[in-house]
C-alpha cells in the first residue's frame, strides 16, 4: 500500500477533528489549543520573509534589456490591471453579500485595527527601521520594503542585478523548504483547528457566515472570469468566445490539475496554434503571467483575511478596506512557488495579524474545489492577457525579442 498524500491526511485529520471536537474530554480539546497555537507560531515565523523574498524573487527576475523591458511592461501593466480589479471586485462583492453580518459568539485572541485618522494610518505603513516590519511581523510594511528594494535593484547594472535576484531567488528557495517542513505539520494542525472549532460551529449563524464566504469568492471569480476579462478582450477587438475555444483545453488541465505552472506548457502550444500568437510573446509572456497575473488570488487573500478578521472582531475603517486591494494585489505577485498558494499566503497574513487560524481550518476542505476554479480562472486570464499584448504588438512598432 502506498504512502497518503498530504492531502488525504488533511482530509483525515478533519475528520479526526470534527469527532475529537464534538465529543472529547477537556484534556484533548486543551492539547488541541496548544497545537493549533504552536503551528501559528511557526507560520508567523517564516510569514514576513516567505512574502518579502517571493516579490523579490519575482520582480529582479525581470530583465532590463530594450525590447524585453518593453513586453514585461506590457505584461506588468495589464496584470496588475486585471488583479487590481478583481480585488476590487472582491471588495464591493464582499461588501454586498456580508458574510460576517449577524455573527455573535466567535472569541479568541486579536490584535484588532485601531481607526485613529487616514493620516495617521498611512504614516504607520512606513516603517522607522529596515528591520523593524520584520520584527513586528507587520507585513505591509514589508510588502512596501519588497517593492522600493525591487525597483532599486532593477535600476542597477545587470551584474550586480543578476547577483542580487540569485541571492534572493536562493533565499526564497531556502525559506520556501523551511515552509515544507513546517506544512508536515498541516494534517496535525487541520485536527487541532477543527476540534477547537467544533465549538463555533454550535453557532448555527456560523454556518450560514462559512456558506456566505464561499458565495462571495465564487461570486467574486465568476464576474472576473465572464464579465470583466471578455469584456477587455471586446473592447481591444478581440473575439472572447473564440479565444476560450481555443485554450478551453488548457484551462481543463489547470483546473483538475489546480495549478499554473502546469498548464503552461498546454497554454503556450494551444495559444501559438489554435490562436495564432507569435510563439515569441507567448513563450514570453505566459511564463511572466503565471509568476505575477494572479487575479483569483488576489480575490481569495481580500475575502479571506476580510471575513476570518472581521468574524473575529476587528474593524476596518474606509481607507483600510481599499487599502486591502493593494495589500492582496502584491501578495498575490509573490504567490507563484509557494505550496498550497493563497491558502498558505492567507494564513501567514492573518497570522501575523495575530488571529486565530481555527476558521482557516474549516475553510481547508472547501479550498481544494476553490483553487481548482481559481487556477482555472488565472490562466483564462494569463490567456487575456497575452491575446492582448499580441495585437498591441502586431498593430504598433514593438519589436519582437528573440529569447
Known amino acids: 500500500m502506498g504512502r497518503l498524500t498530504l492531502n488525504t491526511m488533511v482530509l483525515l485529520g478533519a475528520m479526526a477533528g470534527l469527532v475529537s471536537g464534538l465529543g472529547a474530554p477537556q484534556p484533548v480539546l486543551d492539547t488541541a489549543a496548544v497545537v493549533s497555537d504552536l503551528f501559528i507560531r511557526l507560520l508567523r515565523l517564516v510569514s514576513a520573509p516567505i512574502i518579502f523574498f517571493a516579490l523579490l524573487s519575482t520582480l529582479t527576475g525581470m530583465k532590463n534589456t530594450t525590447h524585453a523591458r518593453k513586453l514585461a511592461g506590457m505584461v506588468l501593466k495589464y496584470s496588475l490591471l486585471t488583479t487590481l480589479i478583481a480585488a476590487a471586485i472582491s471588495l464591493a462583492v464582499f461588501l454586498v453579500v456580508d458574510p460576517v453580518r449577524g455573527v455573535t459568539g466567535i472569541t479568541g485572541t486579536t490584535e484588532g485595527t485601531v481607526s485613529a485618522g487616514y493620516g495617521q494610518y498611512l504614516l504607520s505603513l512606513i516603517p522607522n527601521s529596515f528591520v523593524a516590519p520584520f520584527v513586528d511581523n507587520q507585513i505591509v510594511s514589508v510588502l512596501l520594503l519588497a517593492l522600493l528594494l525591487s525597483i532599486s535593484i ?109 498548464a503552461l506548457p498546454s497554454a503556450m502550444e494551444n495559444a501559438e496554434k489554435k490562436l495564432g500568437i507569435n510563439s515569441e510573446i507567448s513563450r514570453f509572456s505566459f511564463p511572466l503571467c503565471i509568476t505575477i497575473n494572479m487575479n483569483a488570488c488576489a480575490a481569495f487573500i481580500l475575502i479571506t483575511v476580510l471575513f476570518v478578521s472581521m468574524t473575529y472582531g476587528v474593524t476596518y475603517s474606509g481607507l483600510e478596506l481599499i487599502s486591502w486591494i493593494f495589500i492582496a494585489t502584491l501578495a498575490a505577485f509573490g504567490n507563484a512557488g509557494v505550496p498550497m498558494g493563497c491558502y498558505l499566503l492567507s494564513s501567514t497574513i492573518l497570522a501575523s495579524m495575530n488571529i486565530p487560524l481555527n476558521i482557516m481550518g474549516v475553510i481547508l476542505p472547501v479550498y481544494a474545489l476553490i483553487d481548482m476554479l481559481e487556477s482555472a480562472i488565472n490562466v483564462w486570464s494569463d490567456t487575456c492577457v497575452t491575446s492582448i499584448i499580441n495585437k498591441e504588438v502586431n498593430e504598433g512598432d514593438y519589436v519582437v525579442i528573440n529569447n
Open 154 to 262: 532593477l535600476s542597477l547594472p545587470e551584474r550586480k542585478r543578476d547577483i542580487l535576484h540569485e541571492l534572493f531567488d536562493s533565499l526564497f528557495s531556502a525559506v520556501m523548504r523551511m515552509t515544507g517542513l513546517i506544512l508536515l505539520l498541516l494534517p496535525l494542525a487541520v485536527w487541532a483547528f477543527v476540534t477547537d472549532f467544533c465549538k463555533t460551529l454550535e453557532n448555527q449563524q456560523m454556518l450560514a457566515a462559512i456558506s456566505l464566504y464561499v458565495a462571495c469568492i465564487l461570486i467574486a471569480n465568476l464576474i472576473q472570469a465572464v464579465i470583466v476579462l471578455p469584456g477587455m478582450l471586446l473592447f481591444k477587438g478581440l473575439p472572447p468566445w473564440k479565444i476560450f475555444r481555443g485554450i478551453l483545453p488548457t484551462l481543463t488541465v489547470a483546473f483538475f490539475s489546480k495549478s499554473s505552472s502546469a
